[in-house]
């Protein structure tokens, strides 16, 4: 309660002494109400009826998309109310809080609020589409059918898109039914003309009865003019087990689509059967393997060890095959990028089971990253011969060649899981290597002890020391990922610690407390979390978010070429705020790396360490809005509500399993050429604000 009259004082101050203000004292008003709620959500106050009731739409706005992300269910019904506000950005608002927040209710109020809102406000809402797609996020089946009967005809009102979204939304979290799926077919009756939403949300509800029944009508849509069609499409195909003989389209949308995403994403389907002795399906992927985009070729050769072709194949084909493989990973001329000799050496060592010639060459390898992956790729491959060299590459030194020769040794094990002496060796590295006291090797120790294979009540300790070692926000991941542990371990000597950090006033620890307490004890803890605003954030900068335009221009310069984004600071201000103060005062981005790149998916920089594991020193706000993720999107990563910090991905393509789930900051204006040409290693030179 002390918050909501904290805030009522605040609005109180806010109050005209006359009946008749000036505009200039209007607009003064409204930047004091919109400071409050941003400052409120930064502190994740609860809201009350007084923002989300104010005369100004502005306000009221702005509140409902705070409640986006504040996620406090007690705000659900105030929400629900602002469906039908006259104002139709605020009813849009209202519609995607309630979305980010139903998940939070129980079964119960689930089901209550899901019929409140289709059977009652979607009717009377200025915001029926987007409604339609929010419940989605949280919905029980009952509101499948429900939405489906409502809203699932054209004469119904014009909102087919969202419900295909809406479609999609339910599929990701597993809830789908053969209405949803026929639905969904029945868009695609306009041929190459269809949605790529239908195709989408048709590619998220999986291998079932009804699309099996209509596989040749979908595989028309390869010709589409859409690539967003098409590349789902193959994701599609490689799902569906009976795809009426998948391998000729496949093959041509893997080998000739004018768009490398399409193929990219039918590579990664071909890899979902097996073509053992399917010479035409080998030579596909044998010319992805020098294709000249990187990501074609590193595609291919990650998948191709799942197809089945190895040395005894009938197929001469495999053997050429196998012949380009090792030429590439022995890379003699070094004009392959390092990138692909390192996903060639990786394939060959899962299909000849041997270790890379490489590492046992004796000779250095200069490059750290294609070091690394050498060495998860010789556990990868089962070759007992591997495990001196990782247990002998499992002592301090580079972090990223001790995590992933922690990361080798424990995939051999998995390889020969009856070897228990060596189960033994790699639980010991594991527990050393928690004595390094570097987040990224202490979490990957932490993920080799929480598996099955090595989970021992002995490592209960050592995790706890490590734990203690620790400190949010810099290490929340890592703590994370020990508190994870022990979870699986389940053994009570670690209840007490758990406990201890359900009064850490850090959500995100005390989350991983919960669950893990659950497994060990079988109780839920959940009301015996001490809330608090998490650890060391950047206080309110009032004066300088004051400063920024609505909009801020950035010129990200990189090896491949300049990048122009759009950050918004409307949408994202906390995490606008950082991204331009930490270019202007610290220069922060200036030389570091893309550490991660998932073709087809994101690319993803902005780490100091280049590895996935560094921050700026502080954590920002999880500021999710109802911006989505397009292509082109810029987002921040994350390990979890609130613990954003400097390290931001940007999207190759639509993705959105992400909306909802990751702050928008941003979009790429101009340079999605040099976006998509980005491979890990390529540096940032520069960001630049541009004032």
């Known amino acids: 309660m002390r918050t909501l009259f904290v805030f009522a004082a605040i609005i109180f101050m806010y109050q005209p002494a006359r009946l008749q203000t000036s505009q200039a004292e209007r607009e003064q008003i409204r930047r004091g109400k919109i400071e409050s709620i941003v400052r409120l959500q930064d502190i994740r106050a609860p809201f009350d009826a007084a923002l989300l009731s104010d005369d100004d739409p502005v306000i009221r706005r702005r509140a409902a998309l705070a409640c986006g992300s504040l996620q406090d269910t007690s705000a659900v019904g105030l929400l629900a109310r602002r469906l039908s506000d006259p104002d139709s950005a605020t009813a849009l608002a209202a519609a995607f809080a309630i979305g980010q927040t139903g998940s939070r209710l129980s079964e119960r109020g689930r089901q209550s609020l899901e019929h409140d809102l289709i059977w009652n406000r979607l009717k009377d809402t200025k915001a029926a589409g987007r409604l339609i797609e929010e419940i989605g996020k949280f919905g029980t089946q009952s509101a499948l059918r429900d939405l489906l009967t409502v809203a699932g005809n054209t004469a119904a009102g014009g909102h087919l898109t969202d419900l295909m979204m809406s479609v999609a939304r339910f599929a990701i979290r597993g809830i789908s ?6 639905f969904l077919l029945r868009r695609l009756r306009g041929g190459t003309r269809a949605p790529w939403q239908a195709v989408y949300a048709l590619q998220r509800t999986g291998d079932n009865r009804e699309t099996r029944g209509s596989i040749a009508v979908i595989r028309k849509l390869e010709s589409s003019t859409d690539p967003l069609v098409r590349m789902n499409l193959a ?35 071909l890899g979902q059967f097996s073509w053992k002795g399917n010479a035409g399906v080998i030579a596909t992927f044998r010319r992805a393997f020098s294709d000249s985009n990187p990501h074609i070729a590193i595609t291919a050769l990650s998948v191709f060890p799942a197809i089945g072709a190895d040395a005894n194949d009938t197929s001469g084909e495999a053997l050429r095959a196998l012949r380009e493989l090792a030429s590439i990973a022995e890379n003699r001329s070094a004009d392959i990028p390092w990138q692909v000799q390192a996903e060639s050496a990786g394939a060959l060592a899962k299909i000849d089971r041997k270790v890379p010639r490489a590492l046992l060459s004796g000779s250095q390898i200069a490059n750290g990253k294609l070091r690394a992956r050498l060495l998860v790729s010789a ?4 070759d007992q011969a591997a495990a001196g060299l990782l247990s002998a590459a499992v002592a301090p030194g580079d972090p990223q060649i001790v995590s992933a020769a922690l990361a080798g040794f424990q995939a051999l094990a998995h390889r020969t899981p009856e070897d228990r002496q060596l189960a033994d060796s790699v639980y010991r590295a594991a527990i050393r290597s928690l004595g390094i006291h570097d987040m990224a090797v202490v979490s990957t120790a932490a993920g080799v002890l929480e ?3 090595f989970r021992r009540r002995e490592a209960v300790r050592p995790l706890l020391e490590a734990l203690k070692d620790l400190h949010p926000p810099g290490d ?16 009570s000597s670690a209840s007490g610690a758990l406990i201890e950090l359900l009064r ?8 991983a407390a919960v669950t893990s307490l659950r497994k060990i004890t079988g109780r839920d803890y959940s009301s015996r979390v001490v809330g608090g605003s998490g650890n060391v954030r950047p206080e309110a900068d009032f004066e300088f978010l004051r400063s920024l335009p609505p909009v801020v221009s950035v010129k990200l310069e990189t090896s491949k070429g300049n990048i ?9 201000p906390f995490t606008t705020m950082s991204m331009v103060k930490l270019s202007e005062e610290r220069a922060f981005y200036r030389g570091l790396t893309f550490h991660r790149v998932v073709p087809n998916f994101v690319v993803q920089g902005g780490d100091p360490r280049g590895d996935g594991w560094g921050g700026p020193g502080y954590s920002i706000r999880s500021e999710f809005s109802m ?5 082109g999107t810029v987002g921040i990563a994350s390990a979890g509500k609130d613990t954003e910090g400097s390290q931001f991905f940007i999207t190759h393509s639509p993705q959105p399993h992400l909306d909802g789930r990751y702050t928008v900051v941003g979009k790429v204006t101009s340079g999605m050429d040099v976006v998509d040409r980005l491979q890990v290693g390529d540096r940032i030179n520069e960001m630049k604000i541009l004032r």
């Open 177 to 182: 039914s053969p209405e949803a799926v026929k």
């Open 235 to 269: 994701t599609l195909i490689g799902k569906v087990r009976d795809a009426g003989g998948p391998a000729d389209c496949l093959m041509r949308m893997a080998g000739l689509d004018p768009d490398w995403r399409v193929r990219v994403n039918a590579l990664k389907a």
């Open 379 to 382: 556990g990868e491959s089962g």
């Open 451 to 453: 598996d099955s294979l």
């Open 476 to 491: 929340t991941e890592t703590m994370q990922d020990l508190i994870g542990a022990l979870g699986e371990i389940r053994d």
């Open 504 to 511: 850490s006033g850090e959500p995100a620890l005390a989350g």
């Open 564 to 572: 122009l984004i759009d950050l918004d600071a409307v949408g994202a």
């Open 627 to 631: 911006e989505q993720f397009g292509t």
